[in-house]
């Protein structure tokens, strides 16, 4: 997989005591300081930071740019990206929630990625109830997958990973909030491990879906695909077949991250900085 999809996690509550947010802002440039300052919560300002200083760090280690030259821009629906020295293609796509940044990204022409990195909560109310919230953006047999789990704690796990898979879709293709999601249905192929989205009346063959654990209560999917293709490239289905079942319970981690320090980043920092 190392050479289709780069796959990065950063934990903010390891990383993080909170007078270092303001410390490690500086190896920022300034105008990305507001988007961290404003935050009200400090673990909204560790997920910014985070958020930020990943995406430096990926640019400065794997395309080999000097960490202030690096700049970002978005695409018209939001996406964050960057505009490649030397024609070299990149796509990216960072989620964060709860305790973790990640970052996927991928360097092969015409992949598109998307990634969704959901916190599980513990309800007040019954499932059903948080669920019937989300009436106008499940299908009827999304709801089904959710309501076939043997308890409470299955079904809210199956929500959240069908929720991963569908704004996963919608990141990857850079739509984001404009998407209607009740217009792809997320559901376990009925003999193999492999995520089916059905899309309108169409089975999505271009795209896979890998549903994986960064711990016991995040979740993270991963989107990946190439629409203007006929098939799926064969390292993306293998990648995809690993993927956690949709209720499958928690057992221990399962993701394919490369999880970083604050240290790692900082050394990247100093040896890619303008002295
Ligand atoms: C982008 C979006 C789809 C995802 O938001 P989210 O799930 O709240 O947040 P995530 O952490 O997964 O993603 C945020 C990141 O997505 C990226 N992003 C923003 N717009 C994007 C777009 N149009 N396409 C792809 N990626 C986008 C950004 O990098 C952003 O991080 P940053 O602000 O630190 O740069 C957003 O439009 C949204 O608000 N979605 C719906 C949220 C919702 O209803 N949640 C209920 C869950 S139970």
């Not at 760090?57 to 996406?79: C, E, N, T």
């Not at 964050?80 to 360097?107: E, K, R």
């Not at 989107?223 to 690993?242: I, K, T, V, W, Y």
């Amino acid at each position: 997989m190392s050479s289709l999809l780069i796959l990065l996690a950063f934990n903010v509550s390891t990383a993080f005591q909170v007078k270092e947010v303001n410390e490690v802002l500086k190896w920022l440039p300034e105008h990305e300081h507001a988007s961290v300052t404003r935050k009200k919560y400090v673990n909204d300002q560790r997920l910014a930071v985070g958020s930020l200083l990943l995406r430096r760090y990926f640019v400065s280690k794997y395309l080999a740019m000097p960490w202030h030259d690096i700049q970002f821009d978005r695409l018209p629906g939001g996406k964050p990206t960057l505009a490649c020295p030397d024609g070299q293609y990149l796509d990216f796509n960072i989620s964060h929630d709860g305790d973790w940044v990640v970052l996927v990204s991928t360097m092969t022409r015409k992949l598109q990625v998307g990634v969704d990195c959901v916190s599980i909560k513990t309800l007040k109310d019954p499932v059903n109830t948080f669920v019937d919230c989300f009436q106008y953006q499940l299908t009827l047999s999304e709801r089904q997958t959710i309501f076939n789990g043997q308890d409470e704690a299955t079904q809210l796990r199956a929500f959240y990973q069908i929720w991963g898979c569908k704004e996963s879709y919608t990141k990857a293709i850079g739509e984001g909030l404009a998407f209607d999601l009740q217009q792809i249905s997320f559901n376990n192929h009925p003999t193999e491990r492999w995520i089916e989205c059905q899309h309108g009346n169409q089975l999505q063959v271009t795209w896979m879906y890998h549903v994986s654990d960064l711990d016991e209560k995040t979740a993270v999917v991963i989107c990946c695909g190439d629409p203007s293709a006929s098939s799926l490239d064969h390292r993306l289905r293998d990648f995809g077949h690993m993927t956690r079942r949709i209720g499958e319970p928690y057992v221990s981690p399962t993701d394919a991250f490369t999880r970083l320090t604050l240290n790692d980043i900082h050394q990247q920092y100093l040896r890619n900085t303008h002295c």
